[in-house]
């Protein structure tokens, strides 16, 4: 079992900046598969980016590509989206998920573990 804790989430103006974090813990979560999906009030949850441990491969969303930037610290089995001029659009719940497949076009298999979500904001 994975557990999955996300924190950071807020209320931002247009332009700002927010990072958010995700812990890992629980058996084998360094071995899988990390990312952030998000899911806007009446929109079904996207893919927003994704990661491997060892940060060799890393996959974004098109709309989030240069703004975005998802990291690992593998000491602290946590896992981060640094998010950049944000724009209205981008608010929603951001969800941290673990064990799933990617290809680089940003295409998913379902995740095995999701985190309870965060709230992001963003004000115009």
């Known amino acids: 079992q994975v557990q999955l804790v996300e924190s950071g989430g807020g209320l931002v103006q247009a332009g700002d900046s927010l990072r958010l974090s995700c812990a890992a813990s629980?058996?084998?979560?360094?071995?899988?598969?990390m990312g952030w999906f998000r899911q806007a009030p009446g929109k079904e949850r996207e893919f927003v980016a994704a990661?491997?441990?060892?940060?060799?491969?890393?996959v974004y969303a098109d709309s989030v590509k240069g703004r975005f930037t998802i990291s690992t610290d593998n000491a602290k089995n946590t896992v981060y989206l640094q998010m950049n001029s944000l724009k209205p659009e981008d608010a929603a719940v951001y969800y941290c998920a673990a064990r799933f497949s990617f290809t680089s076009s940003g295409r998913t298999g379902p995740p095995g573990y999701w985190g309870q979500g965060t709230q992001v904001t963003v004000s115009s």
């Open positions: 629980g058996r084998a979560c360094s071995s899988y598969t």
């Open positions: 990661i491997t441990w060892s940060g060799h491969t890393i």
